[in-house]
């Protein structure tokens, strides 16, 4: 079936990869710890990675009281995320830690993994190491999301998705409580952790 | 929006088996426009592939020539063969630009040492891959807007695959070899409804084998 037009008249927000791990210590409870990975290759604010931590969604409360930080290698990449994306975000701008939220300086990230089996993403920020770790990795999937199924709802997606059935957060070995949790994106039965590969999000028309 | 949409009668879940997502960016040059390539270069930088993750450069200084390196500028660096040869058998051979290229087959796919990318999308733009002191450089220059394609197997280069793209066109670039540039330049030509340069940065990009016919 062709598919017209081929090019998609909506004006690029940002491009790139944006991986995360959304934990719950009961399924039916609110999460007890969220990560989202951002490698971006394209973006207004240029190119550059980025970890969103929250080791307590429930507390405002930052380094070094808690990991709660926007750790990045490009601040104004950060600072575009953090407005015009995550404050879009119902899971992560409602929850306590969105506010006030630190923007920190990320020394080196190291991928190590397959994404047909097990994954990382290693942040190094300071004396601080987080570990992003998926698992059980599923069946990867194309989606082509309209604004209404996407979390901002004022923009289209086009991703790759692999679910993870079993993921983990940690900083500097030690790992936060929760499991993901069982979630439905676009019909499709899956998880609160999940890889998102060669995403663009292009602003609705 | 919503008419646009029905229009592309497009579904939120590819029902197809994806078969690799990466970065594919391109420099294809001439030394006019309606002569034959002179120099070609592509880029691979796989996330997810059946033969895992991995980098790849291939540099047709001779694209006419059934020969490769070192007796001609024809040669191909990457730090996994695997997934090497099965992106030229199943995708790059099948690119109109490279279909039916003997000087692709004879180009030596040699291990990549190290690579690295230099600068930035608002000036000059660098994929660089060596194999020990053989250095490969594609450069882009005076890179446009961005814009996000979806094409189906009628439009896809190999006309047999769904694929998902970001596009950036870049009006200059250059392909090198140890500091040597190779001859030509950039023009332009059609491309889904828009005149785009030859050379150009493709990011984000998911290859899926349709289902059924």
């Given at each position: 079936m062709p598919i017209l037009p081929?090019?998609?008249?909506g004006p690029v927000d940002w491009s790139g990869e944006n991986p995360g791990i959304l934990l719950k210590?009961?399924?039916?409870?609110?999460?007890?710890a969220m990560a989202l990975f951002f490698r971006i290759n394209y973006s207004p604010a240029g190119q550059g990675q980025a970890l969103l931590l929250?080791?307590?969604?429930?507390?405002?409360a930052g380094p070094?009281?808690?990991?709660n930080a926007f750790y990045t290698d490009n601040v104004a990449l950060a600072e575009h995320l953090r407005d015009t994306f995550i404050a879009k975000l119902a899971a992560f701008a409602?929850?306590?830690?969105?506010?006030g939220l630190q923007i920190a300086p990320l020394d080196r990230v190291e991928t190590i993994g397959d994404p047909r089996d097990r994954y990382a993403e290693v942040v190094r920020a300071g004396d601080t190491q987080i570990e992003l770790l998926w698992e059980d990795l599923g069946e990867p999937v194309a989606l082509e999301l309209p604004p209404s199924l996407t979390?901002?709802?004022?923009r289209e997606m086009y991703t790759l998705l692999v679910e993870s059935r079993r993921a983990s957060i940690s900083i500097n070995g030690r790992k936060l409580k929760g499991e993901p949790a069982p979630r439905v994106q676009a019909g499709i039965e899956t998880t609160t952790a999940f890889l998102y590969f060669a995403e663009t999000w292009m602003w609705a028309q | 929006m919503g008419e646009w949409m029905a229009e592309r009668q497009?579904?939120?879940?590819?029902p197809g088996r994806v078969e690799w997502s990466g970065d594919n960016p391109g420099i294809y040059l001439k030394d006019?426009?309606?002569?034959?390539?002179t120099s070609l270069a592509v880029c691979f930088r796989v996330t997810l592939s059946p033969h895992g993750r991995g980098r790849a450069m291939v540099v047709l200084?001779?694209?006419?020539?059934a020969d490769g390196h070192p007796t001609a500028d024809n040669l191909c660096i990457t730090d996994n063969p695997g997934l090497f040869a099965y992106l030229k058998s199943d995708f790059l051979s099948h690119f109109p630009t490279f279909q039916g290229r003997e000087s692709l087959l004879q180009a030596p796919v040699l291990p990549m040492s190290a690579c690295r990318t230099e600068g930035d999308l608002s000036g000059a733009y660098s994929e660089i891959m060596e194999c020990d002191d053989l250095v490969l450089r594609m450069t882009w220059r005076e890179i446009g807007k961005p814009f996000a394609v979806e094409v189906g197997p009628d439009l896809c280069a190999t006309k047999r695959h769904d694929m998902y793209s970001l596009f950036m066109e870049a009006r200059a670039a250059e392909i090198a070899i140890n500091d040597r540039l190779l001859p030509g330049r950039a023009f332009t030509r059609p491309f889904f409804g828009r005149e785009t340069s030859t050379a150009f940065l493709a990011f984000s990009e998911t290859w899926v084998t349709p289902n059924g016919p």
């Open positions: 081929a090019i998609n008249p210590e009961d399924p039916d409870g609110p999460f007890s929250y080791e307590d969604p429930h507390k405002a070094p009281t808690l990991q409602e929850a306590p830690a969105f506010q979390g901002p709802k004022d | 497009r579904i939120p879940v590819n006019s426009a309606d002569g034959d390539w200084g001779n694209p006419n020539v």
